[in-house]
Antibody, heavy 120, light 107 residues
Framework: EVQLVQSGPEVKKPGESLRISCKGSGYNFTNYWISWVRQMPGKGLEWMGKIDPSDSYINFIPPLKGHVTLSTDNSISTAYLQLNSLTASDTGVYYC?????????????WGQGTVVTVSS | DIQMTQSPSSLSASIGDRVTITCRASQGVGNDLAWYQQRPGKVPRLLIYAASTLQSGVPSRFSGSGSETEFTLTISSVQPEDIATYYCQKYNSARETFGPGTKVDLK
């Protein structure tokens, strides 16, 4: 079965950092982009950025520059999202999702989501 | 950056109604447009990709059309399990932006 399994919920204080993992299984991990999507409470889906595990090419939305780090460990088919200098506005659900590198499809497999709460 | 808009932002439908949601891109995106369904408290699910291709396992009452800057998602006969928020997304580009969503509920 193809799946992406994310790490568990996080509770952090403002100013702290966190890292969320997303482990792929059942497919060739390096043949698919991994994107990260944020959903703040009661709001819509926001695409944050993506990484190509085959060459570590990264792209993300400009407001996140310096705040977000994307990486992968291909030896364990896992992608990571690191958020630095957390604020309350980082509270929300974070999803990883895959899209085939040279494919026509959208995000066909999603992680289960990681709930992040930032509160003093 | 290409911006995505959706209309309406919400709608109420009766079981069996035909529902159409529109997605517009501020610049042409070819056919690189996907539709997702997100039921309350659930993970988003891919419904349509390449503007009109039905994802495997998705009921045939869902269909997509359009190209470049205007796209539509149609539910031919709304069922109770279709109560959800629907998002369009442009992909296969540097930034893979979602639309703001259309919430569908029961009348």
């Amino acid at each position: 079965e193809v799946q992406l399994v994310q790490s568990g919920p996080e509770v952090k204080k403002p100013g702290e950092s966190l890292r969320i993992s997303c482990k792929g299984s059942g497919y060739n991990f390096t043949n698919y982009w991994i994107s990260w999507v944020r959903q703040m409470p009661g709001k819509g889906l926001e695409w944050m950025g993506k990484i190509d595990p085959s060459d570590s090419y990264i792209n993300f939305i400009p407001p996140l520059k310096g705040h977000v780090t994307l990486s992968t460990d291909n030896s364990i088919s896992t992608a990571y999202l690191q958020l630095n200098s957390l604020t309350a506005s980082d509270t929300g659900v974070y999803y990883c999702a895959r899209r085939r590198t040279y494919g026509l499809e959208g995000f066909d497999v999603w992680g289960q989501g990681t709930v992040v709460t930032v509160s003093s | 950056d290409i911006q995505m808009t959706q209309s309406p932002s919400s709608l109420s439908a009766s079981i069996g109604d035909r529902v159409t949601i529109t997605c517009r891109a501020s610049q042409g995106v070819g056919n690189d447009l996907a539709w997702y369904q997100q039921r309350p408290g659930k993970v988003p699910r891919l419904l349509i990709y390449a503007a009109s291709t039905l994802q495997s396992g998705v009921p045939s009452r869902f269909s997509g059309s359009g190209s470049e800057t205007e796209f539509t998602l149609t539910i031919s006969s709304v069922q109770p399990e279709d109560i959800a928020t629907y998002y369009c997304q442009k992909y296969n580009s540097a930034r893979e932006t979602f639309g703001p969503g259309t919430k569908v509920d029961l009348k």
